[in-house]
């Protein structure tokens, strides 16, 4: 089956630098990939997501790469502000199921 | 429209006692998945169910576990002789068919087996 893994675990910016979480993955079959931000104590929300015919994607601050030939894609964060600390799951789709990475807790120190 | 939502949001269980957890898809959304995310984990799949499809149930973790969807709508899943390291979150997500990718989360069941 997929196996996904994400890195770091843990992530400190100061405020206004820009964060990069590194995802990859084992199945070639997997087609979609998203990410989710997940606050203290509140579900996983869907921040951006990029499919396999596509090499990048952005929307305002947060853009997401995908290179499907070394199986890995990346979560790119600009100007980070204090309300983006969270933890933030990348995840890829391969037939019915979502594997998940193991998260990364972002911290922006103000 | 009203999102994904679960009960309950809170369960204390002894251990050995079933728990039975609810969550019930945004409207029109064929496609149900349940999750566990253990403190500092990442989402761990269960079961995922599709229409009037028979159930994807591989990733659940052992026989004590247990889920059905009636009418296609709402699910329950049903956890039987808990034990302490059933203890976690349980999300439930839908999304609008087999096709479409994007998943929306409900806010989770908190288990707690003391």
């Known amino acids: 089956g997929e196996n996904v893994e994400q890195h770091p675990s843990t992530l400190s910016v100061q405020e206004g630098d820009s964060a990069v979480i590194k995802c990859t993955y084992s199945?070639?079959?997997?087609?979609?990939f998203p990410w989710y931000k997940q606050e203290l104590g509140k579900r996983p929300q869907l921040i951006i997501d990029?499919?396999?015919?596509?090499g990048e994607k952005k929307d305002q601050r947060i853009a997401v790469t995908l290179n499907k030939t070394a199986k890995h894609f990346s979560l790119h964060i600009t100007e980070t502000q204090p309300e983006d600390s969270a933890v933030y799951f990348c995840?890829?789709?391969?037939?019915?199921?979502?594997?998940f990475g193991t998260g990364t807790s972002l911290t922006v120190i103000p | 429209g009203a999102g994904v939502s679960q009960s309950p949001s809170n369960k204390v269980t002894e251990k050995g006692k079933d728990v039975e957890l609810r969550c019930d898809p945004i409207s029109g959304h064929t496609a149900l998945y349940w999750y566990r995310q253990s403190l500092g984990q990442g989402l761990e799949f269960l079961i995922y169910?599709?229409?009037?499809?028979?159930?994807?149930k591989s990733g659940l973790p052992s026989d004590r576990f247990s889920a059905e969807r009636t009418g296609g709508s709402v699910s329950t899943l049903t956890i039987q002789r808990t034990q302490q390291e059933d203890s976690a979150v349980y999300l439930c997500?839908?999304?609008?068919?087999?096709?479409?990718?994007?998943?929306?989360f409900g806010p989770g069941t908190r288990l707690t087996v003391t």
């Open positions: 997500a839908s999304s609008l068919g087999a096709s479409s990718h994007e998943q929306y």
């Open positions: 169910f599709q229409g009037n499809s028979a159930p994807d």
């Open positions: 995840a890829a789709r391969a037939g019915n199921q979502f594997y």
């Open positions: 199945d070639s079959a997997s087609n979609y």
């Open positions: 990029i499919r396999s015919n596509v």
